[in-house]
C-alpha cells in the first residue's frame, strides 16, 4: 500500500463523495439568493485539503476491526466540516488574508460587501460573515456525524470522544489567542496550545473515534496506541506546520512566506529560538515578531535566527523522534495488517508534508 492509498486515491474519492452529497441535501434550507456567497464559500472551502482527519478515523475503524459499511466514509467525513469550520475561524482571529493561495472567507465577504456599496464597514462585514460560516459548517459537522447511517451503539460509544475533541478544539483556539496576547514564550505553553489547537483533534481524537466506533468501547490497548501513537504523530503534526509557517514556500502552502511570524504566533519553533537566543537575537525577535508589515529583510532575519539558534535543526530531530515512537508503537497494537500499513503511511505523510 502506497501513502497516497492510504491518503488520497480510493479514501478521498469517497470522502469527497459524501461531502458533496451532504452539502446537495443542504441546499433547500440555503436557497434563498441571498445565501449564496454562503454556499459558494462553503464549497469552495470544502473542496480542498488533505483529507487527513478522515484517513485517521478510517483507518482506526479498519485497524479494530471495522467491516465495508460505506457509512463510515461519511462519519469520517464529517471531520472535514469541523476543520474547515476550525480553519475559517482561525483566518478571522489571525487576520489571514489567504488561505490555500485564495482569499480567505472573510476577505472573500469583505470585498463582496465592497463591491456592492452596501452601508457599514466592509470588513466587519466580512469578519461577521465568516464567522457564521464557520458556525454552519460547526452544525453541519455534528449532523453529518450523528446521520452518518453507523448503528447507534457505535455512535453512543464514540459520541463522548466527539464532543471532547470538539471541546478541546475550541479551548484550544481561546488559548492561542490568550498566548499571542500575553506573549508567552515557553515550549510547554506553545506545545499546550498546538496539542488542543491541532495535534489532538488532527490526528490523535479522529483516529480515536474510529477505533472506538469499531470496538464500541474505549479499550486500555486503544487509550494505550491513542496516546503512543496518535499523541506523537499529533505534535509532530504540528511541528511540522511550524517549520512550513516560516520556512515554507508559498506555491505549496498556499499563504505567503513568513505568514506565522507577522502574525505574531507564539509556536514551539519560536519557543525553541527564544530558549537558545542570545540577547541581542532576542531583542531582534522580540521586536520583529507579530509586525504585520514584515519585509523580506526583517523575515530573513528572523529566519537566520532560528537556524542560528539551532531551534530548525532541534524541531527537526523532534520530528524524527516522535516519528520513530510512533511508529513503534504500533507493532505493539493488535491492529489488522492493513491498517497497521495504512496508519504508518499517514504517520509519514502527515509529518513530512510540504503544506
Known sequence: MTTSFAVSDALRSEVDARLRAFVDRQRPLVSAPELAPLL???????????????????WGWRGAGG???????????????????????????????LRRGKPSAHRRFQ???????????????????????????????????????????????AQPVHDRMRT?????????????????????????????????????????????????EQGPW???LCVEYGHKVGIAFQLRDDVLGVFGDPAETGKPAGDDLREGKRTMLVARTLAAATPAQSADVHRLLGDPALDDEGLSRLRQIIEDTGALTASEEMIKQYLYDALTSLDHAPLTPQSHQALTDLAIAATSRRS
Open 222 to 224: 486503544i487509550d494505550r
Open 40 to 58: 459558494e464559500t462553503a464549497e469552495d472551502f470544502l473542496a480542498g485539503g488533505k483529507r487527513l482527519r478522515p484517513a485517521f478515523c478510517y
Open 111 to 157: 470585498a463582496l460587501h465592497e463591491a456592492s456599496g452596501w452601508h457599514g464597514s466592509g470588513r466587519q462585514f466580512g469578519e461577521g460573515a465568516a464567522v457564521l460560516l464557520g458556525n454552519l459548517l460547526l452544525v453541519w459537522s455534528g449532523e453529518m456525524w450523528r446521520t452518518s447511517g453507523l448503528p447507534d451503539e457505535a455512535i453512543a460509544a
Open 67 to 97: 467491516d465495508d459499511d460505506p457509512a463510515i466514509f461519511t462519519a469520517a467525513a464529517s471531520l472535514e466540516l469541523l476543520q474547515a469550520s476550525a480553519l475559517i475561524h482561525d483566518d478571522v482571529m489571525d487576520a489571514s488574508d
Open 168 to 216: 478541546e478544539l475550541m479551548c484550544g483556539q481561546y488559548l492561542d489567542l490568550l498566548e499571542q496576547a500575553q506573549g508567552g514564550g515557553t515550549f510547554d505553553s506553545a506545545l499546550r496550545v498546538a496539542l488542543h489547537k491541532s495535534g489532538k483533534y488532527s490526528v490523535e481524537q479522529p483516529l480515536r473515534l474510529g477505533l472506538v466506533l469499531a470496538a464500541r
